[in-house]
């Protein structure tokens, strides 16, 4: 053991790493996480440390509670912390911890559980191979394939045929008739002999066409394939009932029978994972009494022990079972654990209990439709393009343009987002690609599925505000950075335009083609700012106002007038910070000066430029923020203030302006090197920040005539570098 690893471990057990922080470093420091990129969770601070659960309801080490809408990984069916279940368990240990079932012995739970699944699944299914995970039964099965056709005199029958975005495990056969491409491309994947066909996702792939109409096609695929390859060559077809892990693709009605029976057609194997559909999941014991399939093979895992002990089991149909039984002498396959008779004893206990509770009827006749309505409520949603599911199985599929089927490039990050803000609300769902997996527990509640509806209500709601914003920014942005001067014939005024942000706005309007109305205090500091503008070409106007003066904004109007510009741009960007100290020791002056300055003067200014802003085909407003109106700078109070006020006048604004062309915004300049932090924060390392001309991008694209966004705060965003090295 290393040495630091002793202390670790000595930490733990002395008490000092059961803080959830040192729980949490412990565990990052040497656990490699299955299906998570490991050095990004190292960075957030490692793993959520869970804790206990009890029904739906999970806890983290830090107390907070979880509905989990999830059921682990599709599999705490039963739901968390059931006390007979560790009843039975306590038993089986003290009677049996363990035999194998190798060499011509066995136990009474893996006895009594084999016929128990012999009996649960249809007909013709008898046989079982248990196993330890998902993987591990497809493996077997794989196996067990290969053998059968071997004895079957039909050595050369060793292709089989998996589909895209099919998730089977994660071992090297698994994973190869699985269709994950990433799993792929991590393991110089596939093993030779498989074949995919596409996913039966008809939201994806012909969203408008009939489903019976897709149905055929999807199968009709498959048959081609076959016969390309040669049916003589292929040895098993491989298929989730409904795709789980590649998100809930629920197939198109008719598909899977009509796959069904091409295999047999051409004699090839049909496999049915059901490793998640299994034990109740769509409201019948499996997914072949479902969709009424009778299958060769079929895969059982998750919800076979509801999760509480690895179990999982390969169940051998019929004509496969004889051939093993009659010709196949010594099996030579299985596993140390195979049938392990405590794992054997929980899948039964927990098969009881969903009989006795009756869970499957459950799901079927109550909280399922109950489940699969509320979700559909969601449909009209402007995220949602598909709500889909069977029972207490469903997938949101989100998308960008409802109308057009048009899917979110690159794909994956609005759902994980959908799905972090639900952890945020405490509610654990999954996120595949854009889609989001639901599946909870059997025993979930009607008014625990409201919460996660409701939820997922204000979820969408919230993030489809920001994809909205972000993708007309994008648009904007696009239309913007062609080499055509982006504001080419308009006329901006700027307030505060002698310095900081209003300048280097100033410079870069200049630059995009406008002509400028240049505002400050003084009109000495102001002429070498309009010297460099009028250099670049644009037509300039400075005005010497102090905007504390509630006559500043006649004044400006009457200017404008005299000029006989047109006004299409606002900036209001003039601010005073004041003294900075707590609010109870403010005086009254200085609050009345900063409040007057920073919003007083910009209502002002709102009101009497909007006669002019009414006459462009396009008047822009943008009001420069700051955190400090969301209290991010303590003792800044008078300005923080102003500021929060400001972001209400902007939201008034474009209320009253949404009939109009005229477009308002609050442009919040995040952290940048002015001289009014400066002198605020006089001891901060000034390299630290970028300069304003860093950050005038935002304001381009919200003054574009391209815009339509307004009642946003919109972050300027900054490219490359966040420190430009003392320009
Ligand atoms: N098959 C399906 C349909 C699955 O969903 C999974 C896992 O989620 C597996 C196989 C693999 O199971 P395991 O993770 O237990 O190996």
């Avoid at 470093?25 to 969770?41: E, G, I, K, V």
């Avoid at 011509?104 to 699944?117: N, Q």
């Avoid at 004895?151 to 495990?169: D, N």
């Avoid at 009881?352 to 009827?361: A, K």
């Amino acid at each position: 053991m290393r040495p630091h690893a002793e202390e670790e471990v000595s930490q733990m057990t002395d008490g000092r790493s059961d803080s959830p922080d040192g729980l949490a470093r412990l565990d990052m420091s040497h656990h490699l996480h299955p299906f998570t990129d490991n050095a990004r969770l190292a960075e957030m601070g490692g793993p959520r440390v869970f804790d206990r659960g009890a029904g739906c309801w999970l806890w983290d080490s830090e107390g907070r509670r979880y509905l989990d809408a999830l059921a682990g990984l599709w599999c705490v069916n039963i739901g968390y912390g059931r006390a007979e279940m560790a009843r039975v368990a306590a038993e089986q240990i003290e009677r049996l911890a363990y035999y194998n079932t190798f060499f011509e012995s066995t136990t009474a739970p893996a006895a009594r559980l084999a016929a128990k699944l012999a009996e649960i699944t249809p007909d013709g299914l008898d046989h079982v191979m248990f196993t330890n995970s998902g993987s591990e039964a497809n493996d077997t099965i794989l196996r067990l394939i290969r053998q059968f056709w071997l004895l079957e005199g039909q050595p050369e029958k060793t292709v089989v045929i998996g589909r895209q975005e099919a998730y089977h495990g994660s071992t090297l056969a698994s994973s190869s008739v699985g269709g994950i491409p990433l799993m792929h491309a991590q393991a110089g994947l596939r093993l030779e002999g498989f074949v995919h066909v596409e996913a039966p996702h008809r939201y994806a792939n012909a969203p408008t066409l009939p489903e019976q109409v897709y149905a055929m096609q999807a199968a009709i695929r498959l048959e081609r394939t076959i016969k390309e390859i040669g049916p003589d060559r292929v040895a098993a077809f491989f298929a989730e009932p409904i795709q789980g892990a590649g998100g809930a693709i629920v197939p198109p009605e008719g598909y899977l029978s009509r796959v069904q029976e091409i295999c047999r057609r051409h004699d090839i194997l049909f496999v049915l994972d059901e490793v998640v559909s299994g034990f109740g999941r769509l409201g019948a014991w499996t997914a072949a009494e479902h969709f009424g399939l009778n299958p060769d093979f079929m895969t059982l895992a998750k919800g076979l022990s509801s999760g509480y002990v690895p179990i999982t089991a390969a169940m051998v149909g019929r004509r496969v079972a004889d051939v093993l039984l009659s010709r196949g002498g010594d099996l030579a396959h299985g596993f140390t654990y195979s049938g392990h008779p405590l794992a054997a004893a929980m899948a039964l206990t927990n098969l009881d209990i969903i009989e006795r509770e009756r869970l499957v009827e459950r799901v079927r006749d109550d909280i399922g439709p109950y489940f699969q309505d509320r979700l559909r409520s969601l449909s009209g949603h402007p995220l949602v393009g598909e709500v889909r599911g069977v029972g207490l199985l469903a997938g949101i599929e989100l998308v960008q343009d409802k109308e057009k089927h048009l899917f979110f490039d690159p794909p994956g990050i609005v759902a994980a987002v959908c799905r972090d803000q639900m952890m945020e609300r405490g509610i654990i769902v999954r996120a595949v690609r854009d889609i989001l997996i639901i599946s909870p527990p059997f025993v979930v509640e009607r008014d625990q599925v409201d919460q996660i509806v409701s939820n997922l209500h204000d979820v969408f709601d919230l993030v489809s505000q920001q994809v909205g914003l972000a993708l007309e920014d994008q648009r904007t942005e696009a239309a913007i950075s062609g080499d055509d001067r982006a504001l080419e014939g308009r006329t901006a005024l700027i307030t505060g335009a002698s310095r900081g942000i209003g300048e280097a706005v100033a410079r870069r309007f200049a630059e995009e083609g406008a002509d400028l109305i240049l505002v400050a205090r003084s009109a000495e500091a102001l002429r070498p700012v309009a010297e460099a503008v009028a250099g670049r070409g644009a037509r300039v106007t400075c005005v010497a106002v102090d905007l504390s003066d509630p006559a500043a904004a006649e004044t400006l109007a009457s200017r404008i007038e005299e000029t006989g510009a047109s006004l299409d741009i606002v900036v209001a960007n003039a601010g005073v910070l004041g003294e900075i100290r707590p609010l109870a020791t403010q005086t009254d002056e200085d609050m009345d000066r900063v409040l007057s300055v920073n919003l007083t003067a910009n209502a002002l200014l709102i009101r009497t430029l909007h006669r002019f802003l009414n006459a462009s085909d396009g008047g822009r407003v943008l009001l420069v923020g700051s955190g400090a109106g969301t209290g991010g700078f303590a003792d800044w109070a008078p300005y923080g203030a102003s500021k929060a006020g400001l972001d209400a006048l902007m939201r008034t604004y474009a209320a009253e302006t949404r009939d109009t062309s005229i477009r308002v915004n609050l442009v919040d300049p995040g952290e940048v090197r002015t001289a009014m932090r400066a002198a605020a924060a006089p001891d901060e390392d000034p390299e630290r920040l970028p300069n304003p001309d860093r950050i005038t991008d935002a304001f381009v694209r919200l003054a574009s005539p391209v815009s339509t966004i307004s009642g946003a705060v919109v972050p300027v965003s900054i490219r490359g570098e966040t420190s430009d090295g003392g320009v």
